[in-house]
């Protein structure tokens, strides 16, 4: 089944613990993203990468870092997090920038 | 930043009844896409509409665009209660980053 699988689907951690939540895509897509969900903020990225190698910030960078090493997985790392990263993540891929993109289930984080 | 309003915030109508939401969006587009929330899960693409088009068709659900007045409507017919979500549409510019701007969504209750 085409998919996109995130892990894990709810953390609850404290400030300043490093966490790392996983994506990955089976569908061979080229571009990936992140996305956060706030309540009357809506939808924002985070993160995109258009191929493997190539990453590039959206529009809240901040407090986060990506990596592309394979064409699969776009993991989200978050080194020292704080309360204010509490939020709903989306992951989301399509097979180029442009493209419909296909979303993950979500993961729930809240730092406390 | 927010590209896409929407209207209403929120809809309640009968089951069989037919929604329609609105979209306005601020700058030029390449496409436009519409997606659905249920609560607190991944998002569901439905449908994109490319610059060029101006109406699109996917069984229940019709999209139409104007972009001379930048905006865009999704009509639901026939709603069934299994429509009940947000629906949010998302801007694509042209800016080769694959980036999605969403508006801050419509959510919809269709009464059995």
């Known amino acids: 089944e085409a998919q996109v699988t995130q892990n894990p689907r709810y953390l609850i951690t404290v400030t300043g613990k490093k966490l790392t939540v996983t994506c990955s895509q089976n569908?061979?897509?080229?571009?990936m993203s992140w996305y956060r969900q706030d309540p009357g903020l809506g939808l924002r990225q985070i993160y995109y990468s258009m191929n493997v190698e190539v990453t590039d910030k959206g529009d809240v960078p901040e407090g986060y870092k990506v990596s592309r090493k394979e064409k699969r997985n776009f993991p989200l790392i978050l080194e020292s997090p704080s309360p204010n990263q509490t939020s709903l993540y989306f992951c989301a891929s399509s097979l180029q920038a442009g493209n419909e993109q296909f979303f993950g289930p979500g993961t729930r984080l809240t730092v406390l | 930043s927010q590209q896409g309003e929407e209207d209403p915030q929120a809809l309640s109508i009968q089951e069989g009844e037919n929604a329609t939401m609105n979209c306005s969006y601020k700058t030029s587009i390449n496409n436009l896409q519409w997606y659905r929330q249920n609560s607190g899960r991944g998002l569901v693409h439905l449908i994109l509409?490319?610059?060029?088009?101006r109406e699109k068709h996917s069984g229940r659900l019709r999209v139409t665009l104007d972009t001379s007045k930048k905006s865009s409507s999704l009509l639901i017919t026939a709603s069934r209660a299994a429509d009940t979500a947000s629906y949010f549409c998302a801007t694509d510019a042209w800016s080769n980053t694959g980036k999605l701007i969403f508006g801050q969504g419509t959510t919809l209750q269709v009464k059995p």
């Open positions: 569908m061979n897509h080229e571009y």
């Open positions: 509409i490319r610059s060029n088009e």
